[in-house]
């Protein structure tokens, strides 16, 4: 997995690209908390280059929802493949977190 970054003051906008799993998951772990410690407080992630997530890398999402709503932070999903879609579907966390079809509708519903 490589995982792109953009920051926009206290938003960040993720980009996983690959796989997110048991094995790259801790790489996105350690971006999203270094974010979370150096101010972020809205968080976007990108999931439109993201072929697979196992639950392992649920696990990480869930923690960066956990964290940021600790803050009054957000959140916000964007650009999911249907593949992709079925995980967070069936694993229930589409009732978890926002989710747009693509980044700038994600960058709008972070910060509202």
Known sequence: MNLDQEIRGDLAILKPVGRLD???SPDLERTVLEC????????????GRMDYVSSAGLRVIL???KKLRATQGKLVLAGMHDAVRDVFEMSGFLTLFAVTPDVEQAVAAAVA
């Open 22 to 24: 048991s094995a790259t």
């Open 63 to 65: 923690l960066a929802g």
């Open 36 to 47: 979370i410690d150096q101010g972020c407080r809205r968080m976007v992630l990108d999931l």
